[in-house]
């Protein structure tokens, strides 16, 4: 299957106009700079590994959303995990033994 960077900057863009971002926002929370970011979303360039991990962290997005489209039905296991992270440590210790109990 070939990766359509075209298509990845253009989710890019969308995703960050629907959040409200500007390339300067999003480039500064990317750390990169403001150019690399418009070729990216014009498919000039093409982005890292990490910099689709981070771009996928910020959105909160799953990277087959990013980089091929495919929007899930259920929450993502990323979803799960940023819930997960805002526990308080008691909670999560419950959910652990919930999840042990589980097995």
Avoid: W
């Avoid at 418009?38 to 982005?47: A, D, K, N, V």
Wanted: proline letters at 1%; hydrophobic letters at 40%; aromatic letters at 8%.
């Amino acid at each position: 299957m070939m990766i359509n960077f075209s298509a990845i900057g253009k989710r890019i863009k969308e995703k960050r106009k629907e959040l409200v971002l500007t390339q300067e926002k999003l480039a500064e929370m990317l750390d990169v700079s403001v150019e690399h970011l418009s070729r990216i979303e014009t498919g000039s360039y093409r982005p890292s590994l990490i910099l689709i991990e981070k771009i996928c962290a910020i959105f909160r997005i799953d990277e087959s959303e990013l980089m091929f489209g495919n929007k899930q039905d259920y929450k993502s296991s990323k979803d799960l995990y940023f819930k997960i992270e805002s526990l308080s440590a008691e909670q999560r210790e419950a959910i652990e033994r919930i999840i042990d109990y589980m097995d």
